[in-house]
């Protein structure tokens, strides 16, 4: 068990530890735990399930928490405050439901579901029992795209007319996240569409996708894509470009740009080292972040203590509504990229 007296918020008020439950121990399972034990959000770790004993043996030693293979026993018999569930993602919408029934705020990571229905069950459940259901959206809470949304608040920029969002990978995932043509659009791109909502505050009623397998065999193999751009229509009109792209030599590249009537904004590519080194031969920039651990370390601390406020009755920064209209744009992406037409958006 964690210590409760090292729990406490770096970033916050002393507040009573909550304890949670950690379903999956794998990369960013890991990621949430560090910024627990770090005392972001005055949580301790309880109890870790997690089907691969390498990953379990891993995080038991490390956090001294209690180990399980089953995450529904752990569930249903640990007394927490709230699950914390960063499994498999075919995983989620089971044990959204499974944790809101038996009276546990929820934190998701993306994608809260594989379908808008299992999207809604999880949601009703959520609504059902009273308890708070934040999806993993955590670029919402990254400092670039904050002041993005400011501008936007602001209304400085004028009325929006175009949007870009550019989104590449240094490198392709672990193969069992290629392997199917929801790969792309529903494990990566649905960040860049919930970027594009959170930015606009509205929703989107039109896209059209192009996509395809161009570097990366094992993507081609499995009918997944490696390269996509997607643009969408909002209701107001502003079009917004997403440019992703499973392949970056320089790096993790993440750069966003509004472009209104009266002015535009943009942010660029954050380099932890900020020097530009000239010489003889030109100028040299320090490389960025090689992926999002790193780029987004902030924003991971950030969004575990918007979840603990929102069990504090504060606003939930991320909804599980956000995550369905993500989800449902990402198979929309699926639909257009694979039939070669736009796909209306069903906006609800
Ligand atoms: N928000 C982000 O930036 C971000 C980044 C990476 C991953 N993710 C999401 O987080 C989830 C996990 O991704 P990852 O990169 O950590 O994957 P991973 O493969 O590194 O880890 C997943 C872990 O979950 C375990 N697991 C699988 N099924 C489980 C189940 N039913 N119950 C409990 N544990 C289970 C696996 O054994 C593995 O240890 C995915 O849904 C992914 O889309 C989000």
């Excluded at 007394?79 to 809101?100: G, M, N, P, Y």
């Excluded at 400092?143 to 920029?157: D, F, I, P, Q």
């Excluded at 750069?255 to 535009?264: I, K, N, T």
Aim: charged share 25%; net charge negative.
């Amino acid at each position: 068990m964690i210590d409760p007296m090292a729990a406490a918020a770096p970033d916050s008020p002393r507040r009573p530890t909550l304890r949670v439950a950690l379903l999956g121990a794998g990369g960013i399972g890991m990621v949430h735990a560090q910024n627990i034990v770090r005392g972001h959000g005055s949580f301790a770790i309880d109890a870790v399930a997690d089907p691969d004993p390498i990953a379990l043996d891993r995080a038991g030693t490390s956090l001294r928490a209690e180990c399980s293979p089953d995450w529904a026993d752990v569930v249903a018999s640990r007394s927490v405050d709230a699950v914390l569930i960063c499994s498999a993602s075919a995983a989620h919408a089971e044990q959204v439901v499974t944790a809101a029934e038996s009276g546990k705020h929820v934190f998701c990571e993306k994608p809260l579901a594989l379908t808008v229905a299992d999207c809604d069950r999880a949601i009703d459940a959520a609504d059902r029992a009273g308890v708070v259901l934040q999806v993993g959206f955590n670029r919402r809470f990254d400092a670039n795209a904050k002041a993005l949304k400011e501008e936007v608040l602001t209304g400085r920029l004028g009325q929006l007319l175009l949007g870009r969002i550019t989104s590449r990978d240094p490198e392709p995932p672990p193969p069992e996240h290629r392997r199917s043509p929801e790969g792309l659009f529903v494990e990566s791109s649905i960040h860049d569409f919930d970027m594009a909502r959170f930015l606009l505050g509205e929703e989107p009623v039109e896209l059209a996708s192009y996509a395809g397998a161009l570097f990366d065999p094992l993507a081609l193999e499995g009918g997944d894509n490696d390269t996509a751009v997607t643009v969408l229509r909002f209701g107001s009109g502003t079009i917004v470009t997403i440019e992703n792209c499973r392949r970056s030599a320089s790096g993790y590249d993440q750069r966003m740009e509004l472009h209104g009537a009266d002015g535009s904004a943009r942010t660029e590519n954050v380099r932890p080292v900020a020097m530009i080194l000239d010489g003889p031969a030109g100028s040299t920039a320090s490389p960025g972040a090689w992926f999002y651990p790193e780029r987004y370390a902030d924003s991971y601390a950030a969004e575990l203590v918007s979840f603990r406020n929102a069990i504090d009755g504060g606003p939930v920064e991320a909804t599980g509504h956000d995550g369905r209209q993500a989800l449902a744009l990402a198979l929309a992406a699926v639909e257009s990229s694979t039939k070669g037409t736009p796909a209306r958006f069903d906006v609800r």
